[in-house]
């Protein structure tokens, strides 16, 4: 949807299988999503003339079935080297269906690069030389090059939407083009609501939502519409929106959710958390008993903060 139509993107392998479902009964929506999308598709990491990133649309109007490979189950990252070339301490690493994985370390750690490794679904092809498996099996090169058969879905901090229409029109359109329900846009904003603090009105335009509103649209969006299994997650701790129960929404729809992050809160939400440093992989620790206590303890301080950070967005006085 966005990227910042928060971007989606992705892969897989294995045979894929083109498939038109009720082509007769589908053309005409088909046609209609096609118009709309001209309007609406905003490019993949395009900046907008404001300099803010804008959310990448993907819209799917063939209804691609990806066999086997559509909703993957594990996702597996093959260690490469780290900025001098040396190898990765970790040689592999794998995702199943569900988890939540954190990746943290210091500014310019390679975060961001290991996070692009896999949203490229890498062939040892990258600087970082990693290579990206789904299911144990490297992705055939369409599902790396087409748009339209990407599995990814990106959410980033900085996003916003481009497309000219409203929030119900641009989540129905996109609905119809996946070939679901359009009614499925009243779910997509009640679930989006209770990601942020001020409602988003089904009626406004996308270019009027705020930050935060454009990033619970699209995660809510992510989890009921898009047929992203894997979801990507660029340091949102300062993204204006319920960072837990984003998370919480996303793995329980069943993806895979990889998030970078600066913030203790979510590195100890996740079940394990990939440590970087130079650019490499160096150690996979797995979150402890006592580090899921100390979780629910920062979840409590957090929502103390919450409550107060809102008291104070009212206009009320903090007693």
Known sequence: MSQMTSPIASRIAGPITNKLTNQAANQAANQAANQAAKQAVAVNQAV??????????????????????????????????????????VDEVEIMRGEIIGIVGPTGSGKSTLIADIEQFAVGDTPSGRKILINGHVPEN???????????????????????????????????????????????????NTLTGEPINPAHQLTILSGGQSRALMTADIAVISDSPIVLIDEIENAGIKKQEALRLLSGEGKIVVVVTHDPMLALMASRRIVMKNGGMTKVIS??????????????????????????RQGEVVA
């Open 48 to 89: 907008n003339p404001a300099g803010k990133q804008a959310v990448s649309v993907h819209i799917i109007t063939d209804h691609i079935v990806a066999d086997e490979f559509a909703r993957p189950l594990t996702l597996t990252v093959i260690g490469g080297v780290d900025k001098d070339g040396n190898a990765d301490d």
């Open 142 to 192: 369409e599902l790396r090059t087409d748009p339209r058969k990407k599995l990814v879905a990106q959410l980033s901090q900085n996003m916003h939407f481009l497309a000219d229409m409203s929030v119900v029109e641009f989540l129905k359109m996109h609905a119809k083009s996946r070939g679901k329900d359009p009614d499925l846009a009243e779910k997509v904003i009640l679930l989006a």
């Open 287 to 312: 979150t402890s008993e006592e580090e899921q206590r100390v979780f629910k303890d920062i979840e409590k301080v957090d929502g103390w903060l919450t409550g107060l950070r809102e008291t104070i």
